[in-house]
Protein backbone atom coordinates (compact mmCIF):
# COMPACT_ATOMS: atom_id res chain seq x y z
CA UNK A 1 0.00 0.00 0.00
CA UNK A 2 1.13 3.47 -0.69
CA UNK A 3 -0.08 6.26 1.49
CA UNK A 4 -0.73 9.99 0.08
CA UNK A 5 -1.20 12.96 2.02
CA UNK A 6 -1.63 16.56 -0.04
CA UNK A 7 -1.16 19.93 0.98
CA UNK A 8 -0.63 23.48 0.32
CA UNK A 9 -4.28 24.18 -1.06
CA UNK A 10 -5.79 27.54 -0.06
CA UNK A 11 -8.00 30.85 -1.36
CA UNK A 12 -5.98 33.03 -3.95
CA UNK A 13 -7.05 35.60 -6.31
CA UNK A 14 -6.94 35.21 -9.62
CA UNK A 15 -3.25 35.85 -11.31
CA UNK A 16 -1.81 34.33 -8.21
CA UNK A 17 0.34 31.26 -7.25
CA UNK A 18 0.36 28.66 -5.08
CA UNK A 19 2.58 25.32 -4.69
CA UNK A 20 1.06 21.92 -3.91
CA UNK A 21 2.38 19.14 -1.98
CA UNK A 22 1.37 15.78 -1.76
CA UNK A 23 3.78 13.38 0.29
CA UNK A 24 3.85 9.75 -0.03
CA UNK A 25 4.93 6.63 2.15
CA UNK A 26 4.59 3.02 2.37
CA UNK A 27 5.65 0.79 0.02
CA UNK A 28 6.90 3.52 -2.75
CA UNK A 29 9.53 1.52 -4.47
CA UNK A 30 6.35 0.31 -6.46
CA UNK A 31 5.56 3.79 -7.77
CA UNK A 32 6.15 3.90 -11.56
CA UNK A 33 4.22 7.13 -11.91
CA UNK A 34 2.16 9.83 -9.85
CA UNK A 35 0.05 12.26 -10.92
CA UNK A 36 -2.28 15.77 -9.88
CA UNK A 37 -6.03 15.51 -10.70
CA UNK A 38 -8.95 17.96 -10.12
CA UNK A 39 -12.78 17.45 -9.73
CA UNK A 40 -15.02 20.68 -9.51
CA UNK A 41 -18.53 20.83 -8.62
CA UNK A 42 -20.77 18.69 -10.87
CA UNK A 43 -17.89 17.75 -12.80
CA UNK A 44 -15.91 14.89 -13.37
CA UNK A 45 -12.30 14.45 -12.18
CA UNK A 46 -9.69 15.33 -14.90
CA UNK A 47 -6.32 14.63 -14.82
CA UNK A 48 -3.33 17.82 -14.45
CA UNK A 49 0.04 17.22 -14.68
CA UNK A 50 1.59 13.57 -14.41
CA UNK A 51 5.08 12.99 -13.64
CA UNK A 52 7.13 9.43 -13.66
CA UNK A 53 9.24 8.37 -10.52
CA UNK A 54 12.62 7.09 -12.06
CA UNK A 55 13.74 9.59 -14.96
CA UNK A 56 12.42 12.53 -16.10
CA UNK A 57 9.07 12.70 -17.87
CA UNK A 58 6.19 14.68 -17.24
CA UNK A 59 2.84 15.14 -19.00
CA UNK A 60 0.41 18.19 -18.48
CA UNK A 61 -3.29 18.70 -19.32
CA UNK A 62 -3.53 21.40 -22.47
CA UNK A 63 -5.18 23.73 -19.80
CA UNK A 64 -2.46 24.13 -17.23
CA UNK A 65 0.12 23.99 -19.77
CA UNK A 66 2.95 26.87 -19.52
CA UNK A 67 0.79 27.74 -15.92
CA UNK A 68 1.52 24.70 -13.85
CA UNK A 69 4.94 22.67 -13.31
CA UNK A 70 4.94 19.29 -11.85
CA UNK A 71 8.29 17.89 -9.74
CA UNK A 72 9.38 15.37 -7.40
CA UNK A 73 11.92 15.14 -4.56
CA UNK A 74 12.78 11.35 -4.39
CA UNK A 75 14.77 11.66 -1.35
CA UNK A 76 11.89 12.97 0.47
CA UNK A 77 9.17 10.94 -1.76
CA UNK A 78 7.34 14.12 -2.18
CA UNK A 79 5.88 15.61 -5.73
CA UNK A 80 4.72 19.06 -6.07
CA UNK A 81 2.72 21.40 -8.41
CA UNK A 82 3.36 24.47 -8.44
CA UNK A 83 0.36 26.47 -10.09
CA UNK A 84 0.95 29.82 -11.52
CA UNK A 85 -1.05 32.76 -13.20
CA UNK A 86 -4.40 30.75 -11.55
CA UNK A 87 -7.58 31.21 -12.85
CA UNK A 88 -11.01 30.82 -11.05
CA UNK A 89 -11.47 27.73 -14.15
CA UNK A 90 -9.14 26.33 -11.74
CA UNK A 91 -10.87 26.52 -8.70
CA UNK A 92 -11.63 22.35 -7.61
CA UNK A 93 -10.10 19.42 -5.16
CA UNK A 94 -6.71 18.82 -6.46
CA UNK A 95 -5.87 14.94 -5.66
CA UNK A 96 -2.66 13.15 -5.90
CA UNK A 97 -2.16 9.80 -7.34
CA UNK A 98 0.21 6.99 -8.18
CA UNK A 99 0.05 4.36 -10.30
CA UNK A 100 2.06 1.34 -9.97
CA UNK A 101 2.20 0.67 -13.86
CA UNK A 102 1.96 3.84 -15.96
CA UNK A 103 2.21 7.56 -16.64
CA UNK A 104 -2.01 7.95 -17.31
CA UNK A 105 -4.06 10.26 -17.99
CA UNK A 106 -7.07 8.28 -16.52
CA UNK A 107 -8.06 7.76 -13.36
CA UNK A 108 -8.56 4.12 -13.61
CA UNK A 109 -4.67 4.14 -14.41
CA UNK A 110 -3.63 4.99 -10.99
CA UNK A 111 -4.01 2.78 -7.70
CA UNK A 112 -3.65 5.06 -4.42
CA UNK A 113 -5.37 8.41 -3.80
CA UNK A 114 -5.01 10.93 -1.68
CA UNK A 115 -7.75 12.72 0.48
CA UNK A 116 -7.79 16.21 -1.60
CA UNK A 117 -7.23 19.95 -1.02
CA UNK A 118 -9.03 22.24 -1.96
CA UNK A 119 -8.29 25.42 -4.28
CA UNK A 120 -10.59 28.61 -4.24
CA UNK A 121 -9.10 30.92 -7.08
CA UNK A 122 -11.41 34.31 -6.87
CA UNK A 123 -11.91 36.63 -9.47
Known amino acids: QVQLVESGGGLVQAGGSLRLSCAAS????????MGWFRQAPGKEREFVAGIRWSVLSTRYADSVKGRFTISRDNAKNTMYLQMSSLKPEDTAVYYC????????????????WGQGTQVTVSS
Open 97 to 112: AASNTMLAVTTINYDY
Open 26 to 33: GRTFSVYA
